[in-house]
């Protein structure tokens, strides 16, 4: 069975540019979430889908953060205008069933300079 | 979201079992006991859950206590691959899974 496929692994961009990022859940899964993962600290729930239904977004900065779920199935991340602090590492993962593990993508590494 | 307690850090010789707690007092009757752990570099892997009968797969076991205010993730023969952050988690169904700083066990030759 594939797992949870993000791209890319690593990116770098100035302050204040834009930055995407892009998941594949495992197939099937219809619940996916996006995490922010500071260096040190444990991963943080920016946005939880069910399907392409949004269920919780309460901790996402929605002044510079979006993300979207297309036909409930892959999804994408974008930072825009991106900050110093949002350098951290963002994983995806999907699950599915709602009392079900979650399965993790690797990652994406975004250092702001 | 309920919170659990778990140690900052932990040790263990290779070989050996490791018993992880967990504290989870404030446990209500819908929250799911979720393990994951996270290897250097990699995104968190789920390692086992429960809701109040013990469980065993073939990761680890999990012990859950009869009053479910406290937990135990059981490694049965730690290996130097299974050094990571252990994260306990309590999920209500459908809810976000929401992790603390969990317990960086360390595995010695």
């Known amino acids: 069975e594939a797992g949870v496929a993000q791209s890319p692994r690593y990116k770098i961009i100035e302050k204040r540019q834009s930055v995407a990022f892009w998941c594949n859940p495992i197939?099937?899964?219809?619940?996916l979430y996006w995490y922010q993962q500071i260096l040190g600290q444990g991963p943080k729930l920016l946005i939880q889908?069910?399907?392409?239904?949004?269920?919780?977004d309460s901790q996402l900065p929605k002044d510079r953060f979006s993300a979207e779920r297309l036909k409930g199935v892959d999804s994408t991340l974008k930072i825009q205008p991106a900050k110093l602090e949002d350098s951290a590492v963002y994983l995806c993962a999907s699950s599915l069933e709602l009392i079900g593990g979650a399965f993790f993508g690797q990652g994406t590494r975004l250092t702001v300079v | 979201d309920a919170k659990t307690t778990q140690p900052n850090s932990m040790e263990s010789n290779e070989e050996e079992p490791v018993h992880l707690p967990c504290n989870h007092s404030?446990?209500?009757?819908?929250?799911?006991i979720h393990w994951y752990r996270q290897l250097p570099s990699q995104g968190p892997e789920y390692v086992i859950h429960g809701l109040t009968s013990n469980v065993n797969n073939r990761m680890a076991s999990l012990a859950i206590a009869e009053d479910r205010k406290s937990s135990t993730l059981i490694l049965h023969r730690a290996t130097l691959r299974d050094a990571a952050v252990y994260y306990c988690i309590l999920n209500e169904k459908g809810r976000q899974l929401t992790f603390g700083s969990g317990t960086q066990l360390t595995v010695l030759p």
């Open positions: 404030t446990i209500s009757g819908t929250d799911y």
């Open positions: 889908f069910q399907n392409n239904g949004v269920v919780d």
């Open positions: 197939s099937g899964h219809a619940t």
